[in-house]
């Protein structure tokens, strides 16, 4: 915990801002998916994250913050909440982005992932992953 704390304090100023965004937008969009389809809360949740900015950051940047966050939250975070999550911190900066869901049969199951895409490549996540799950249909504005 000390160790986690210093890496905490060792964020920059807006940094620090970006994880207590992402950590709140991950609790709305977790607790929103058990009560709203998913292109409602992903509308909620852009109204929440403001007007966009100018300033420029790295889109992987801010998914590491995401996932940062989405490790330490009240119970793991799932694909989905955590891909709504970095579509809105990415909003804030000017940087729009798409969520795409995919699925694949493993051992005769159905398993589905979502990630979110910008200029055309996925945002935090290995760059074959429409190999790996196969999109369920053209990306939907959001």
């Not at 509308?43 to 403001?50: E, F, K, N």
């Not at 966050?69 to 909003?91: E, F, I």
Request: with cysteine; proline share 7%.
């Amino acid at each position: 915990m000390k160790a986690e704390l210093q890496a905490f304090r060792a964020l920059s100023r807006e940094d620090r801002g970006n994880l207590a965004r992402a950590w709140a937008y991950l609790l709305l969009a977790d607790l929103g998916l058990r009560i709203l389809p998913v292109h409602r809360v992903g509308a909620l949740l852009r109204l929440l994250g403001g007007r966009p900015g100018r300033r420029e950051i790295p889109p992987d940047h801010l998914a590491h913050l995401v996932g940062i966050a989405g490790r330490h939250h009240l119970h793991p975070m799932t694909c989905l909440p955590r891909s709504l999550a970095l579509q809105a911190l990415l909003r804030r900066y000017g940087i729009l982005a798409e969520l795409r869901i995919g699925v694949r049969r493993e051992a005769g199951e159905m398993r589905a992932h979502a990630w979110i895409e910008h200029a055309g490549r996925p945002v935090g996540e290995p760059a074959d992953i429409e190999l790996r799950f196969q999109p369920l249909r053209q990306p939907r504005s959001m």
